[in-house]
């Protein structure tokens, strides 16, 4: 069964630091999803992404924040200079176009921020 | 203002026991309904969801929701749960559009006892 996957499962910075967090969504998706859940709390939505633009944020997606689909596979979330409060588990999603649709997840990955 | 509320933070139910998790929903528009399961250091799974038609939708591992939209709830049962079943349980809402944000409650943590 195809599944959306990410890299690396976990990973440690420093502040100040800039991260890249790797998803390869499920193929033949076309609509690509970054949701963050900082410790104990709910999943936030952050940043949707389709045919190359973005087609909608939340407030949490401020100018720190980028995606980018850098080739066919892969669709990265880029935070410029890490904050202690980043720190989050990070979870991608993909989801076709149609109607009836639904968000698959990837398995997260742990950002820890030092 | 669109939300999710899961009054139940923990719940402890024993093994074969009935569950019922509240879901509570405040959106404006028609909403497509959902049911995730998150197991210690895994991703989102999704349970089961709620886009349209018969209102009590089935889902995987013998678990099912009845949407009422006078009530504007979404419960998750299951009539006899296993041990197995211990897990953070999430509703979400999300506008019937791919692309946009699905919106998440809190979470309701699932202790089994045997």
């Known amino acids: 069964e195809p599944e959306v996957t990410q890299t690396p499962s976990h990973q440690v910075t420093q502040m100040g630091q800039e991260v890249i967090l790797r998803c390869v969504p499920i193929s033949n998706h076309l609509y690509f999803y970054w949701y963050r859940q900082i410790l104990g709390q709910k999943v936030e939505f952050l940043v949707s992404?389709?045919?190359?633009?973005?087609?909608?944020k939340s407030e949490i997606f401020d100018d720190q924040f980028s995606v980018e689909r850098p080739d066919g596979s892969n669709f990265t979330l880029k935070i410029r200079s890490t904050k202690l409060e980043d720190s989050a588990m990070y979870f991608c999603?993909?989801?076709?176009?149609?109607?009836?649709?639904?968000?698959?997840f990837g398995p997260g990955t742990r950002l820890t921020v030092l | 203002a669109q939300s999710v509320t899961q009054p139940d933070i923990h719940i402890t139910v024993s093994e074969g026991a009935s569950l019922e998790l509240r879901c509570n929903y405040s959106?404006?528009?028609?909403?497509?309904l959902f049911w995730y399961v998150q197991s210690p250091g895994q991703g989102l799974q999704l349970l089961l969801k709620y886009f349209s038609g018969d209102t009590l939708v089935q889902g995987i591992k013998g678990f099912e929701a009845e949407f009422k939209r006078s009530q504007s709830s979404f419960n998750l049962r299951k009539p006899s749960v296993h041990w197995s079943d211990a897990a953070e349980y999430f509703c979400?809402?999300?506008?019937?559009?791919?692309?946009?944000?699905?919106?998440f409650g809190k979470g309701t943590t699932l202790s089994v006892s045997s």
């Open positions: 999603a993909s989801s076709e176009r149609d109607m009836g649709y639904e968000q698959f």
């Open positions: 959106y404006g528009a028609t909403p497509y």
């Open positions: 979400a809402v999300g506008a019937r559009q791919a692309g946009t944000a699905l919106i």
């Open positions: 992404f389709y045919n190359n633009e973005i087609s909608e």
